[in-house]
């Protein structure tokens, strides 16, 4: 008889670690993995074989791939992996191979914190170090960012929430459909690794290359295991968009900025102003004037942005899904030096504020 979901969880509880809140201290080359997510699962053993990876999401919400019945069967699930790996376990290399690493030796947060004490070290804040660090050292690329752990979609894998590795759409002319695999196929192992999970799927697309991969690929179709050849992949598969960027909170520290954002207008307020209900606009309702980061702020200011406008356009793009989309748009395509045309209302007047684009 199955045993109900809270004595699954009690069973696990060995095998999961405590939810960690501050990333102090925490060892980076041990506990790997998406350091922006809203929510992350680490199932694995004493030894740092890490069994599985949970938790994933999209721009849409935070919960838009995560659900108690995926939960409660990874668990179980688990620990038949964990009993199946007490029987030839393979330990990660020893720690004189892969040696501790923390937030706190990454160079810019270890300068940041020689000035001022850091109360609460967030998971994101690991990407932002990560990054300033690379760009000290001249070796940050956008490239990376972009490509970092693709969703399952980037190679035509529509997943379950609930079956996190049912395949429930595969995209038409993608790697998903040339490789033959089906709707209500579930994916057994990808890369080389077994998978149960969206996010385990997205380790291995994050550990492929990004220049172009084939990834061996098992499935089980309809009771029976079908090994398919690969998922052939080409340059450029792993890079997202803005818009599947916008969610991520180190989104924020990277440049450029505009220096201004606010919230997005109503329906009543859309109409107020003779817009379509179906406009985007937003309400300026910060300008970013305190801070390291007071300059961006500043230059807004100075170009003629005001508490208050409401912007309906930023270099031409009406359609733009959320003001994060925006925010994430304008890092991710404007270059400093440049100009980008704002067109705002402003006391029922439209008109075009040209921005300059600082670093």
């Known amino acids: 008889m199955a045993r109900p979901p809270q004595e699954l969880l009690e069973a696990a509880k060995a095998y999961v670690p405590v939810r960690v809140v501050n990333m102090a201290g925490v060892d980076l080359n041990l506990y790997v993995f998406d350091y922006d997510l809203t929510f992350a699962v680490l199932l694995m053993n004493g030894d740092g074989t890490i069994?599985?990876?949970?938790?994933?999401?999209?721009?849409?919400?935070?919960?838009?791939?995560?659900?108690?019945?995926?939960?409660?069967?990874?668990?179980?699930?688990?620990?038949e992996d964990h009993r199946a790996y007490q029987k030839a376990p393979k330990p990660p290399k020893p720690p004189k191979a892969l040696p501790r690493r923390t937030i706190e030796d990454i160079p810019p947060m270890a300068r940041k914190i020689q000035k001022k004490k850091?109360?609460?070290?967030?998971?994101?804040?690991?990407?932002?170090?990560?990054?300033?660090?690379?760009?000290?050292?001249?070796?940050?690329?956008?490239?990376?960012?972009?490509?970092?752990?693709?969703?399952?979609?980037k190679v035509g894998l529509k997943l379950g929430v609930d079956e996190q590795t049912r395949v429930v759409e595969v995209l038409k002319g993608s790697p998903a459909e040339r490789a033959g695999i089906r709707p209500g196929d579930e994916v057994r192992s990808l890369g080389g690794s077994?998978?149960?999970?969206?996010?385990?799927?997205?380790?291995?697309?994050?550990?492929?290359?990004?220049?172009?991969?084939?990834?061996?690929?098992?499935?089980?179709?309809?009771?029976?295991?079908v090994k398919?050849?690969?998922?052939?992949?080409?340059?450029?598969?792993?890079?997202?968009?803005?818009?599947?960027?916008?969610?991520?909170?180190?989104?924020?520290?990277?440049?450029?900025?505009?220096?201004?954002?606010?919230?997005?207008?109503?329906?009543?307020?859309?109409?107020?102003?003779?817009?379509?209900?179906?406009?985007?606009?937003?309400?300026?309702?910060?300008?970013?004037?305190?801070?390291?980061?007071?300059?961006?702020?500043q230059n807004a200011r100075k170009a003629g942005i005001k508490n208050g406008d409401v912007?309906?356009?930023?270099?031409?793009?009406?359609?733009?899904?959320?003001?994060?989309?925006?925010?994430?748009?304008?890092?991710?395509?404007?270059?400093?030096?440049?100009?980008v045309p704002v067109e705002i209302l402003r006391d029922g007047k439209r008109t075009t504020i040209e921005l300059p684009v600082v670093e």
């Open 51 to 79: 069994y599985h990876r949970y938790g994933t999401r999209d721009h849409t919400s935070g919960m838009s791939r995560l659900s108690m019945a995926s939960l409660v069967k990874l668990l179980k699930d688990s620990l």
């Open 118 to 153: 850091v109360d609460c070290f967030h998971c994101h804040m690991v990407n932002e170090a990560e990054r300033d660090w690379a760009r000290e050292e001249k070796r940050f690329s956008r490239e990376a960012v972009l490509g970092q752990w693709p969703l399952p979609e």
């Open 194 to 225: 077994r998978v149960r999970t969206q996010m385990d799927v997205q380790w291995a697309l994050h550990n492929a290359p990004a220049g172009g991969s084939a990834l061996p690929v098992e499935l089980l179709r309809e009771g029976d295991m």
């Open 228 to 297: 398919l050849a690969e998922i052939r992949t080409r340059k450029g598969w792993k890079l997202a968009d803005e818009l599947e960027l916008s969610w991520r909170s180190s989104m924020w520290g990277l440049r450029p900025r505009p220096g201004f954002g606010g919230r997005p207008l109503t329906k009543e307020e859309l109409e107020k102003l003779g817009l379509e209900p179906d406009t985007w606009a937003f309400k300026v309702g910060y300008i970013v004037d305190w801070g390291e980061e007071a300059y961006t702020g």
């Open 311 to 339: 912007v309906v356009a930023v270099g031409g793009k009406r359609d733009f899904a959320s003001e994060l989309h925006f925010q994430s748009w304008f890092r991710f395509t404007r270059k400093p030096g440049t100009k």
